[in-house]
T-cell receptor
């Protein structure tokens, strides 16, 4: 079945450090890919998405490029802030006739320290 | 717009008790879904609905019932609570069932079954 694999956390960085969170996927078709973020005590919110190969999603300084050849969608940010501390989820969805379902990775906790 | 709302925020049940988790959205979204979030397992789909009167099972449906009598509401019923159902529950909605539109999440219900 379809699946998403993320790097284990927690990831602890100093403020202004470079961030990479790895995400790879397995899918039977041609998925759309997402990064969701969950701040402490809150629900998930969409951070960015990409719907076809070589698309780059970006938002709030975060970027991720859809790489079909490596089945990857790694999340990057050039300079993290304390306010970026959260859990990040990579997810995929495939268009089907009966309602597309989001398949999530296990999440990666990011802690940013001063 | 209130977005996706969930009640209650917290709930403690005894084994064998039943309860209903409420979810409502005011965005006229076609697709609604319930997830549970457990440590190290990401989010897993319990049930989903592609429109009023239509529901289907997700990945982990056992022990849960749903109905969708209106577009706005999608309650989740625990018939006889078990400790294995201790989790954080998220409701989500999306404009169209078969699309890659953004999925909006509620703030979650933290359920403890003793």
């Amino acid at each position: 079945g379809d699946s998403v694999t993320q790097m284990e956390g927690p990831v602890t960085l100093s403020e202004e450090a470079f961030l990479t969170i790895n995400c790879t996927y397995t899918a039977t078709g041609y998925p759309s890919l997402f990064w969701y973020v969950q701040y402490p005590g809150e629900g998930l919110q969409l951070l960015l998405k990409a719907t076809k190969a070589d698309d780059k999603g970006s938002n709030k300084g975060f970027e991720a490029t859809y790489r079909k050849e490596t089945t990857s969608f790694h999340l990057e940010k050039g300079s993290v802030q304390v306010s970026d501390s959260a859990v990040y989820f990579c997810a995929l969805t495939l268009i089907t006739g009966g309602g597309n379902k989001l398949t999530f990775g296990t999440g990666t906790q990011l802690k940013v320290e001063l | 717009n209130a977005g996706v709302t969930q009640t209650p925020k917290f709930q403690v049940l005894k084994t064998g008790q039943s309860m209903t988790l409420q979810c409502a959205q005011d965005m006229n979204h076609e697709y609604m879904s319930w997830y549970r979030q457990d440590p190290g397992m990401g989010l897993r789909l319990i049930h989903y609905s592609v429109g009023a009167g239509i529901t289907d099972q997700g990945e982990v449906p056992n022990g849960y019932n749903v109905s969708r009598s209106t577009t706005e509401d999608f309650p989740l019923r625990l018939l006889s609570a078990a400790p294995s159902q201790t989790s954080v529950y998220f409701c989500a909605s999306r404009l169209a069932a078969s699309s890659t539109d953004t999925q909006y999440f509620g703030p979650g219900t933290r359920l403890t079954v003793l």
